[in-house]
């Protein structure tokens, strides 16, 4: 099990960047693929990236694609999502989110075991 703190949220006007950060505590984390997901107001959870274990592997929505970048440094116990070309309707609450045992980076919340408290991203208009 992995305890997981997000960072980097905040205000920021379309066309902007934020950079979230995850910090993980356990030694699990090196062996877990790692995923980002996000909540808006009124909807369901999605899946916004993943990366696998050691980085070999990452996959991401179609909405983000070309615009988010996760990267990881097991060195550090960190995973970060880097997000560009913000707009509005990437207004969210952010999730980290854990999972053991899978090679590819999972896609789906229930495949995920260990989750952070989430960090809130507003984009003004």
């Known amino acids: 099990q992995v305890q997981l703190v997000e960072s980097g949220g905040g205000l920021v006007q379309a066309g902007g960047s934020l950079r979230l950060s995850c910090a993980a505590s356990?030694?699990?984390?090196?062996?877990?693929?790692m995923g980002w997901f996000r909540q808006a107001p009124g909807k369901e959870r999605e899946f916004v990236a993943g990366?696998?274990?050691?980085?070999?592997?990452?996959h991401y929505a179609d909405p983000v694609k070309g615009r988010f970048t996760i990267s990881r440094d097991n060195a550090k116990n960190r995973v970060t999502l880097k997000m560009n070309s913000l707009n509005p309707e990437d207004t969210a609450i952010y999730y980290c989110?854990?999972?053991?045992?899978?090679?590819?980076?999972?896609?789906?919340?229930?495949?995920?075991?260990?989750w952070g408290q989430g960090t809130q991203v507003t984009v003004s208009s």
């Open positions: 356990g030694r699990a984390f090196s062996s877990y693929a």
């Open positions: 990366i696998s274990w050691n980085g070999g592997n990452t």
């Open positions: 989110a854990g999972a053991a045992g899978y090679g590819v980076p999972p896609t789906r919340g229930h495949e995920y075991r260990d």
